[in-house]
């Protein structure tokens, strides 16, 4: 009878281990991997900053679209008041980022300053052009992740023939150059253009 307990017991021990080598795996320890550490993100403060300098750069392009020069002239004006007042302390980078952003940034309110001064809308589209550039180069710079940013370009900007390029918050092409009230076109060419780029670094 002891030996028929025994083997039992054996043959209960023997399952048992079988068991836990076979299909016992949830009994296994996780193992928990290091992970790599990710890019750092601006502050809020930063990015709150930065979303208003947006904001009035949208309020800008707006009123180019809606050919209202005045409401341009001050969206510019703002325009150059956030520029100069970005909190670059707040940037999360290396002092090579940092000094390029404060020179990019003092490039946007030197040429929003040129907007106000250009005397027609032709000019003050070329400012914004100019203006444009400046700006998404320092989206790119300081890896703005407040939102996303799409690039847009119009190949007919200037004198039907020229480029020009602009950037807004919503993948809809409304063109700042063309306009509402354009002279030959009207409204007719305010869907022309095309995205060129979608900033997206919240994602990267």
């Known amino acids: 009878m002891k030996k028929v307990v025994l083997l039992i017991i054996v043959l209960l021990l023997a399952g048992l ?10 009994n296994k320890p996780v193992e928990v991997k290091d992970q790599a550490l990710k890019i750092s993100k601006n502050s809020g403060v930063f990015n709150t900053a930065f979303a208003e300098l947006m904001s009035d750069y949208f309020s800008l392009k707006d009123a180019l679209v809606e050919w209202d020069t005045l409401k341009a002239d001050q969206a510019a004006y703002m325009l150059v008041q956030k520029a100069d007042s970005l909190p670059m302390k707040e940037l999360k980078g290396d002092s090579m980022v940092v000094m390029t952003a404060k020179s990019m940034a003092a490039s946007i309110g030197g040429e929003a300053k040129g907007f106000s001064g250009e005397a027609n809308i032709e000019a003050k589209r070329r400012a914004f052009n100019a ?15 407040g939102e996303t940013i799409y690039h847009m370009r119009c190949p007919m ?26 002279p030959v076109y009207q409204q007719k060419m305010l869907g022309c253009g095309e995205i060129t780029d979608s900033l997206d670094f919240s994602k990267k």
């Open 17 to 26: 281990l079988a068991y836990r080598l076979f299909s016992g795996k949830e």
């Open 131 to 145: 203006l444009t550039d400046q700006l998404y180069a320092l989206i790119n710079a300081v890896r703005y992740d």
């Open 157 to 182: 900007a200037f004198k039907d023939s020229e480029e020009g390029y602009w950037l807004s918050n919503t993948s809809k092409i409304i063109n700042p150059y063309l306009g509402k009230k354009h």
